[in-house]
């Protein structure tokens, strides 16, 4: 199977950056695209980013356009979530998640690895 660990979370102020990383490991031969979701207290899990593993192309939800940049390392099975000018409503857990097919895009379901979260903490 495939194991996700995740890492670069923490508290940061508003208009600060964070870069996290989610190194994969296992059968990764198998993934084709990676992404990273998010979930607020309360709110239900939305999209943020996505890149296609071998083509490295990218989408991102129009909330964090502009602001964050997905990014991939093929020879550290590795992706990446640089977010700069963060925002308070920015806060939540992420999540990275990994699919066996290039053209999961936003939805959730088509992922079918997940790893197990890290926190992000935006203060105002």
């Known amino acids: 199977q495939v194991q996700l660990v995740e890492s670069g979370g923490g508290l940061v102020q508003a208009g600060g950056s964070l870069r996290l990383s989610c190194a994969a490991s296992?059968?990764?031969?198998?993934?084709?695209?990676m992404g990273w979701f998010r979930q607020a207290p309360g709110k239900e899990r939305e999209f943020v980013a996505a890149i296609t593993w071998s083509g490295g192309s990218t989408r991102y939800a129009d909330s964090v356009k502009g602001r964050f940049t997905i990014s991939r390392d093929s020879a550290k099975n590795t992706v990446y979530l640089q977010m700069n000018s963060l925002k308070p409503e920015d806060t939540a857990v992420y999540y990275c998640?990994?699919?066996?097919?290039?053209?999961?895009?936003?939805?959730?379901?088509?992922?079918?690895?997940w790893g197990q979260g890290t926190q992000v903490t935006v203060s105002s």
């Open positions: 998640a990994a699919s066996r097919s290039a053209y999961s895009g936003s939805y959730s379901k088509n992922y079918d690895y």
């Open positions: 296992g059968r990764t031969f198998v993934i084709n695209a």
